[in-house]
């Protein structure tokens, strides 16, 4: 039924995680929590990276170093919504950029490619690539996303088993 639903669709998600650290030869977990979101006619997310690379200088030195803002590594976007047709809008827009710091003008005069937020579509992106969630036009938009992250060198392995 309904109430195993979100259950199950957790559990898939958070299987992901496995099969990409086996595909990539990458160690990577997933946190404990899935994000669901909802968004009403009219309202989207604005162009983002679920990760980007922060560059600094230690006071030790004048080098310059490059850092992650926290250890996405995958967006998995797995979507809720039964019957969706394209006048419902809420496309996921992708950016062809995982440029740090790029605005939204550089965004949009490249590569762009919107993917519809069909019910069952599982998405799986790199966390460093520009996307923005359009407004639906009609009708909620839901969808459960989840964070798929680096694990850190000194973490054992084992925990991924």
Do not use: V
């Given at each position: 039924g309904k109430e195993k639903a979100v259950p199950d669709a957790i559990r898939f998600l958070k299987g992901l995680a496995l099969q990409l650290s086996r595909l990539t030869d990458m160690p990577l977990a997933v946190p404990e929590k899935v994000q669901i979101a909802k968004y009403a006619p009219g309202t989207g997310y604005r162009h983002h990276q679920d990760n980007?690379?922060?560059?600094?200088?230690k006071e030790s030195d004048s080098a310059e170093y490059t850092r992650t803002t926290n250890d996405r590594c995958f967006t998995a976007i797995l979507y809720t919504n039964t019957a969706w047709s394209p006048e419902d809008g809420g496309a996921l827009r992708f950016y062809g950029s995982r440029k740090p710091k790029a605005s939204h003008l550089e965004l949009k005069a490249g590569d762009v490619q919107d993917v519809a937020p069909i019910g069952g579509r599982l998405i799986i992106f790199d966390s460093f690539y520009w996307h923005e969630v359009m407004p639906p036009t009609s009708r909620d938009r839901y969808a459960m996303?989840?964070?798929?992250?680096?694990v850190p060198k000194w973490l054992s392995l084992d925990l991924l088993a």
């Open positions: 980007s690379l922060l560059a600094f200088r996303t989840l964070w798929i992250n680096r």
